[in-house]
């Protein structure tokens, strides 16, 4: 594509909600539009979820169509600060903004679709950092605005000659303090809603590696579909035709120059596909015109890899392969951990949710080993060891110390093999924060709490561990004991207030 693009139809949309999910594009079926992400200590730092009316439906591709070529246009050139009432225009005079014949049937189906859009009710947490520079929190439960038809009351009694929004107060701080981002306006009505929507959803990534000098930008098939509220395959063929689709549209305008596929897995372990999109020189076109205008692109790609949608991978170098079947490192521990537990006889389905739901730190390893030691020290009297593996787990049952893992050994000998490396530094902080662990949740005990209350606890995890393996009844009472203080140790930890790893060692740095 020669042109460079200088003469753009530009529309600037703000850089918080557009990348989530509101409206459901497939003409057929329903989807759940619900998101939860946690950062890497398990915190939620992502929450959105959006509900629809029972009456006016859900938000489809006509919600979908109004809402981006409509009404961002008219807020996209109202003043800023933004009023909170915005003028869209009579019905059909939406009709022609739509490219849409003025009938009777035409106008009805805008007016269902702006109700559908103004009924659904979004759950939100999320953080974002302003056009100011100022982090900002949206925590909230809320629609985006209210609507008002000719001939209703507007807020200072008049009647309305046009159909009005009135932004509620979440939607507009948002709109206000967000970054904005320019689109091609032109390019974004002749698509098709799901490629238009893909055509939102990459271009944060395509600015990226288009910045960053990257060959490719990438995404992930599974995060594609939650921030596009697209079905989900988990076939080959199904993904490739559903994604043809979508990408067919950006590859003959020439926004990308080809798309290339990786098959991988995802974190359950379900089959995935990461995404190569080349830029093309239509992409190439708009961020040269972006960039010459001095429009904001708004590209963090760094947080854009843990949100999944924005960005780029910053150190992607090597070429995509299609349809490789290794799959990702960073699922490779969960992979391996999947298969530790259903060689102990634990099924898979029951695995897979035991490893959604460990705790911080949890060390699964030393727990199995741990486990795998009692039951080979009296075979007989653990009847069911599956279900004491799964206790062990479930309880996040703290291993002795006295115990030595395999990771403490491999631990201990990359130490040796280089004492003053950062796998010595890494050992010393792990043990020096497991005695830190051990200690606070002993000194707890010892002051916090009573002796009978200690005694409670300790019948307690005696009666519970019972009820699940009744076998131990015949246990050795020194066997017993030493179970159930670690029991108990895990029973109080989380009412000690504790440092984080990560707090500890920075305590440690300045001390």
Known sequence: MARDLAALNIIRTETVLSKLPIHYLAKKGRIKIEIKRRNEHGVVNLQWKVSYSEEYGQARALAYKVDTLLINRRIDEAERPLPKLIKLGSLSQLCRDMDMPDSGQNTNNIKRAILQNASAFITAKLSYKGADGVERNLEAGFTRYNVIFTGER?????????????????????????????????????????????????????FAALKYKHPHAKMS??????????????????????????????????????VDFEETMDGEGKPDWMMYYTPGERAKAEYRAFTRKGQVIDIEPTSAETNGVGGSEPQAKRAPQTKSVKPLPEKEADHELLKALTRRGIEEARARKLLASLAENQHVPDQLEWGEHLIAQAPKKYRNPPGFYIYLIEKNVIVPDDFETTRKKQLLLEASEARQSQHLNHYQLEMAYDEYVRGEVDRYIDEEMSKSERQRLVEASKQDLLKQHPYIAKWQQEQLDHVLGSVMQSAVKDRVQLLSFEEFCNKRKKQ
């Open 154 to 206: 507007l807020p200072d009694g008049k009647k309305a000659n046009a159909v009005y929004l009135i932004l509620n107060d979440p939607y507009w701080e948002v709109l206000n303090n967000a970054p904005v981002r320019p689109l091609d306006y032109d390019y974004l009505r002749e698509l098709p809603p799901a490629p238009q929507r893909c055509y939102e959803v990459i271009s944060y990534r395509i």
């Open 221 to 258: 098939y599974s995060d594609y579909c939650t921030f596009s509220a697209q079905k989900r395959h988990f076939d080959h063929e199904n993904f490739r035709v559903q994604m043809y689709k979508v990408h067919r549209p950006h590859v003959r305008s020439g926004y990308l120059e080809k």
